[in-house]
């Protein structure tokens, strides 16, 4: 059974960090690109960053290039995201998804998503 798991979202004040985790069960990991997306009240949810399956090129929005890292640990079959610097508009509820293509923004084509992890950035 193919599952992801969410978890290291919390309460953080603005300027601070957290590092996100999503653990896969079911496949392997490396055999996938993986993408991180959040999702804040009232708005569409949005793609935040991607690590192909091919060559491990990491892909990030523009709103979050340069605070936050994404990464792969296909031994723990877990990928992290990275967040520093985190400001009151990061705030949102943060998935993974999975697709078995190539890294894209759109929500379309990724087939598995975890529950989400809420990150909350207020003073």
């Known amino acids: 059974q193919v599952q992801l798991v969410e978890s290291g979202g919390g309460l953080v004040q603005p300027g601070g960090s957290l590092r996100l985790s999503c653990a896969a069960s079911?496949?392997?990991?490396?055999?996938?690109?993986i993408g991180w997306f959040r999702q804040a009240p009232g708005k569409e949810r949005e793609g935040v960053s991607c690590?192909?399956?091919?060559?491990?090129?990491?892909y990030y929005a523009d709103s979050v290039k340069g605070r936050f890292t994404i990464s792969r640990d296909n031994a723990k079959n877990t990928v992290y995201l990275q967040m520093n610097s985190l400001k009151p508009e990061d705030t949102a509820v943060y998935y993974c998804?999975?697709?078995?293509?190539?890294?894209?923004?759109?929500?379309?084509?990724?087939?598995?998503w975890g529950q989400g992890t809420q990150v909350t950035v207020s003073p």
């Open positions: 690590i192909s399956r091919i060559d491990g090129s990491t």
């Open positions: 998804a999975t697709t078995s293509g190539l890294c894209k923004w759109s929500l379309e084509g990724y087939d598995y």
């Open positions: 079911g496949f392997t990991l490396d055999d996938h690109a």
